[in-house]
T-cell receptor, first 115, second 116 residues
Framework: ETGVTQTPRHLVMGMTNKKSLKCEQH?????MYWYKQSAKKPLELMFV???????ENNSVPSRFSPECPNSSHLFLHLHTLQPEDSALYLC??????????????FGPGTRLLVL | AQKITQTQPGMFVQEKEAVTLDCTYD???????LFWYKQPSSGEMIFLIYQGSYDQQNATEGRYSLNFQKARKSANLVISASQLGDSAMYFCAMREVIQGAQKLVFGQGTRLTINP
């Protein structure tokens, strides 16, 4: 399924800039996630939103600020980032069902370069 | 704590051959789920196949099958009749549930290259 979109696809920003990443899911899901994928490191979960409520903040620095205004949209606000924050940022969504299989569906990601 | 290990950083396979990508996991939870995702160079993580810890049979989805050996804690992905379009990164992941939300823990991934 390709029901998760992310914008922008590519972003270059300076360390003093403020930018936002946007994620939208068209699958009717009620949970959304932000992941960070750095080179040569496993995918790292950053934030989890369950019915618009943040349920997980995986020790992420405060220069990353998530926002989930409704169950279809998720933002990641960025400010005063560091070069080591350069990575692929992936958004995902899932439908909470309590069942054995709850598959997360991912967007195409935003490739971020911090100069 | 859960852990996913993929020991093959890269694999090269001839087109039309079958390929097995290894994945071992470590968990003390009796109930867990295992996923495989494909990530082409475009970046999107594409869901391929799922195996539940209580499933009696190995999962299959088209050319993908999962060789689930519970006692060995391994969940290897088998791709039959490989195609050039199968060239990508492949990630094994394990599900855990935190406050009703699913959390996936990913392995390091295996880069698969299919040669013509």
């Amino acid at each position: 399924e390709t029901g998760v979109t992310q914008t922008p696809r590519h972003l270059v920003m300076g360390m003093t800039n403020k930018k936002s990443l946007k994620c939208e899911q068209h699958l009717g899901h009620n949970a959304m996630y932000w992941y960070k994928q750095s080179a040569k490191k496993p995918l790292e979960l950053m934030f989890v939103y369950n019915f618009k409520e943040q349920t997980e903040n995986n020790s992420v620095p405060s220069r990353f600020s998530p926002e989930c205004p409704n169950s279809s949209h998720l933002f990641l606000h960025l400010h005063t980032l560091q070069p080591e924050d350069s990575a692929l940022y992936l958004c995902a969504s899932s439908q909470l069902s309590g069942g054995a299989q709850e598959t997360q569906y991912f967007g195409p990601g935003t490739r971020l370069l911090v100069l | 704590a859960q852990k996913i290990t993929q020991t093959q950083p890269g694999m090269f396979v001839q087109e039309k051959e079958a390929v097995t990508l290894d994945c071992t996991y470590d968990t003390s939870d009796p109930s867990y789920g295992l996923f495989w995702y494909k990530q082409p160079s475009s970046g999107e993580m594409i869901f391929l196949i799922y195996q539940g810890s209580y499933d009696q049979q190995n999962a299959t989805e088209g050319r993908y099958s999962l060789n689930f050996q519970k006692a060995r804690k391994s969940a290897n992905l088998v791709i039959s009749a490989s195609q050039l379009g199968d060239s990508a990164m492949y990630f094994c992941a394990m599900r855990e549930v935190i406050q009703g939300a699913q959390k996936l823990v990913f392995g390091q991934g295996t880069r698969l290259t299919i040669n013509p």
